[in-house]
């Protein structure tokens, strides 16, 4: 977990909403999926805070509901 995640919920008590995956298609394979950060829902529920613990270059983000499952 980068710095800005730890403090972004350290700040706001709380764990995050959406967790960021930075997704890859391959052709031989099914898409691989990587976690890559982490969101927030805004008090006024009109928008995210977004950390994210790298910067794809390729493939895309995707933001999935947070779980009580560990990965």
């Not at 403090?7 to 706001?12: P, R």
């Not at 983000?61 to 779980?67: E, T």
Request: aromatic share 8%; net charge positive.
């Amino acid at each position: 977990m980068s710095d800005s995640t730890k403090t972004n919920t350290a700040t706001n008590g709380n764990r995050p909403t959406h967790i960021a995956y930075w997704v890859r298609d391959r052709e031989d394979k099914k898409a691989v999926w990587t976690r890559c950060g982490a969101a927030w829902a805004h008090a006024d529920g009109k928008g995210f805070n977004i950390a994210l613990d790298l910067q794809p270059l390729d493939g895309r983000i995707s933001l999935r509901l947070a779980s009580e499952q560990k990965e």
